[in-house]
């Protein structure tokens, strides 16, 4: 079966297409961009998918975001804050303790789209929300990292640290406080009612370029330009997110010219990209770029058979990963160690590694008390099968492939697991945002480089009912050791002992397994030949954050 599904895989990255006919932007000048998810949540703070963040980045930006050399630089901000501009000023706190002050100076002639001024009062009310429990935020650079907010002026607003974050520069999206103050009236509905997503064409929620003119749920998002916009005018004038969640439709619309491109991550898989540059080599124009996004195994960690870290360093052992790289991606991806890439300067070799052994992930499943019973699946001395429930989200073709891969590679080892995919939109919705999964669940989630891990591995990230689910350790990863030196790698800022610190984390992260890690993929963008001054960033934020300088 294994074999089987291995050539299944080889054939249909050699598989030779069908001919390109024009392009839909071609035709009527509008951009038409292909996904294989839609997204959760328009509200920049509630939920966390790529396809969400990629979506809002044509209509609404942060305060700062990392280039495409991954270097963190002002999008609303008019001077990036620094110790050595003054703009970043270390504070004594008392008793030893120092925090920062760091002032956001935004430039002077940001609006919302209805033409209202976007202040440092909006940056305020988002401080607030994010200070709020109730308000359900998913962030990885959370507000509570300031614990009060000075605002100086229309243009300028101060944020108080306890602590002198090595993440000080890097502030996220701001929010509406004239559009989403009337739903936060009601904290504890915010998460339910937020204006992004039951009435996302309202004048006045958006900030950039574009504008979100036209939204079909779990269909299409259409964008238009802004006209309260003052930076560059967009070029395209009509940007259309389709959704298609089988990527083998999403690539048949691309050659059929009913889509002009996809994204890196939410588009085509790699094995699709490979193929189509080789039968058509002229048609489009394909960006690999190595990246962040790591595709892993979230283990339900309240699941007794899976707290056991036998039972997932066995589950790890029994993976082919090397043959998987090669198959689906043509090499275009490398093993993960840990969460984190070999980009960042703070990788380490140094960890836990485990590469394909099914005997050794045997022997791991007969210590921990598991021995194969007569239809092959192992059990324990109380009968329990050591059988899993394994989702993703359904129609990725790479993902689904994979899937059918470990299935069989694990029935080897005599561990049974049966597939059971979602919707993204139920998946990111509900499914893993809740941790409602029972078995494993996998997925792709993109680190940062120099961002300390706390909000996937820290143990108040954890999402439960009691917090409203907000948080993004859908791991469940609790453990104090990881905790305290997380905790001092965010305030350390001498990078020697950043790197101790970090390599520290890693070896913690490698030991413990909170997840089972697979590889760092070298996603593709596959635009149209027409469309210029597209920048790949691949490793940081999205390529939609510049879009008013794409093209014909």
């Known amino acids: 079966m294994l074999h089987r599904?291995?050539?299944?895989?080889a054939s249909l990255v050699a598989a030779s297409l069908a001919a390109v006919p024009s392009h839909a932007g071609e035709r009527d000048g509008s951009l038409v961009i292909g996904v294989a998810q839609f997204p959760a949540s328009l509200n920049p703070y509630i939920s966390s998918q790529t396809v969400q963040f990629y979506t809002i980045g044509f209509a609404t930006r942060p305060i700062s975001a990392f280039d495409v050399n991954g270097h963190v630089t002002c999008v609303l901000c008019t001077e990036l804050?620094?110790?050595?501009?003054?703009?970043?000023?270390v504070e004594e706190l008392g008793e030893g303790k120092k925090g920062l002050a760091v002032t956001i100076k935004l430039k002077p002639d940001l609006t919302w789209s209805d033409g209202t001024p976007l202040t440092a009062k909006d940056v305020a009310f988002t401080f607030k929300l994010g200070h709020d429990p109730n308000a359900g935020f998913s962030d990885i650079y959370p507000w509570a990292r300031a614990k009060s907010v000075d605002v100086v002026d229309d243009h300028t607003a101060v944020l108080h640290l306890d602590r002198t974050l090595a993440t000080y520069q890097v502030w996220d999206y701001v929010l509406p406080e004239h559009i989403e103050?009337?739903?936060?009236?009601?904290?504890?509905?915010?998460?339910?009612?937020?204006?992004?997503?039951?009435?996302?064409?309202?004048?006045?929620?958006?900030?950039?370029?574009?504008?979100?003119?036209?939204?079909?749920?779990?269909?299409?998002?259409?964008?238009?330009?802004?006209p309260a916009w003052k930076g560059r005018a967009p070029d395209i004038?009509?940007?259309?997110?389709r959704l298609i969640e089988n990527t083998a439709a999403l690539q048949a619309n691309l050659l059929s010219g009913d889509v002009d491109m996809t994204p890196s991550g939410i588009g085509i898989t790699t094995d699709q990209a490979v193929a189509l540059q080789h039968d058509h080599p002229t048609q489009f124009a394909f960006f690999y770029h190595k990246g962040l996004s790591m595709e892993r195994i979230d283990p339900q960690r309240d699941n007794p058979m899976l707290a056991d870290l036998r039972v997932r360093q066995a589950l790890l052992h029994a993976v082919d990963r090397n043959t998987l790289i090669q198959k689906l991606f043509a090499g275009h991806a490398s093993i993960a160690l840990t969460w984190?890439?070999?980009?960042?300067?703070?990788?380490?070799?140094?960890?836990?590694?485990?590469?394909?052994?099914?005997?050794?992930?045997?022997?791991?499943?007969k210590d921990a008390g598991y021995a194969p019973g007569p239809d092959g699946i192992c059990r324990n001395a109380k009968g329990d099968r050591l059988s899993f429930e394994f989702s993703t989200t359904a129609g990725n073709r790479i993902r689904e492939l994979s899937q059918q891969v470990m299935q069989d590679e694990w029935k080897s080892v005599c561990i049974e697991v049966t597939i059971h995919n979602e919707p993204s939109r139920t998946f990111f919705g509900t499914t893993t945002r809740e941790r409602s999964y029972t078995g494993l669940a996998e997925y792709a989630n993109s680190s940062r480089i120099g961002l300390v891990p706390t909000p996937f591995y820290g143990t108040a990230g954890i999402p439960t009912k009691q917090n409203n689910f907000n948080g993004m350790n859908v791991a469940g990863f609790s453990d104090p050791e990881m905790d305290r030196t997380m905790a001092a790698a965010e305030v350390e800022l001498d990078p020697a002992r950043q790197k101790v610190l970090w390599t520290k984390m890693q070896q913690i992260y490698a030991a413990n397994l909170p997840e089972l890690p697979l590889y760092f993929r070298e996603d593709p963008d596959v635009n149209p030949t027409w469309l210029k001054g597209y920048?790949?960033?691949?490793?940081?934020?999205?390529?939609?954050?510049?879009?008013?300088?794409?093209?014909?």
Do not use: C
């Open 535 to 552: 920048e790949a960033t691949g490793k940081e934020d999205y390529t939609s954050y510049w879009a008013e300088n794409w093209h014909r």
């Open 340 to 365: 984190m890439n070999d980009l960042d300067p703070n990788f380490t070799t140094d960890v836990a590694q485990y590469p394909f052994d099914p005997a050794k992930a045997r022997a791991l499943l």
């Open 81 to 89: 804050p620094s110790l050595e501009n003054g703009l970043a000023k």
């Open 181 to 226: 103050g009337k739903v936060y009236s009601n904290p504890t509905e915010y998460i339910t009612h937020t204006i992004y997503n039951t009435a996302p064409m309202t004048p006045g929620l958006w900030n950039g370029p574009y504008v979100i003119s036209g939204y079909q749920s779990g269909n299409q998002i259409e964008l238009t330009p802004n």
């Open 237 to 241: 004038k009509r940007i259309v997110v």
């Open 5 to 9: 599904s291995l050539i299944a895989l």
